[in-house]
């Protein structure tokens, strides 16, 4: 069994930051890919920043130059730090990874979901 679970979060003003936390556990050989991806009212959930095992950085267009994502292999962690946030960034953050289980089974996980609201 495998779960993922998200910290940080909550309300910030414009212009203010937030730090994101999630970790993984579980019977867990191998992290592939960790990332964030994001669900607004009314609209899809989209990727907001994804790491490679590599430590590749993908990031969305809406958010470059503003989150930074970082993970810890060695405790299987992954944080989103967000600055200048806007009020457009308010959504529902929900923590995402690859993981390849002991028993040699490849599925993607999700956590539980964490609120971001930022007021303008």
């Known amino acids: 069994q495998v779960q993922l679970v998200e910290s940080g979060g909550g309300l910030v003003q414009a212009g203010g930051s937030l730090r994101l936390s999630c970790a993984a556990s579980g019977s867990i050989l191998r992290i592939n890919a960790m990332g964030w991806y994001r669900q607004a009212p009314g609209k899809q959930r989209e990727l907001v920043a994804s790491l490679s095992n590599g430590m590749a950085a993908n990031y969305a267009d809406s958010v470059k130059g503003r989150f930074t994502i970082s993970r810890d292999n060695t405790k299987n962690t992954v944080t989103l730090q967000m600055n200048s946030l806007k009020p457009d960034d308010t959504a529902v953050y929900y923590c995402?990874?690859?993981?390849?289980?002991?028993?040699?089974?490849?599925?993607?996980?999700w956590g539980q979901g964490t609120q971001v609201t930022v007021s303008s």
């Open positions: 995402n990874a690859d993981i390849e289980t002991f028993r040699r089974i490849r599925n993607n996980y």
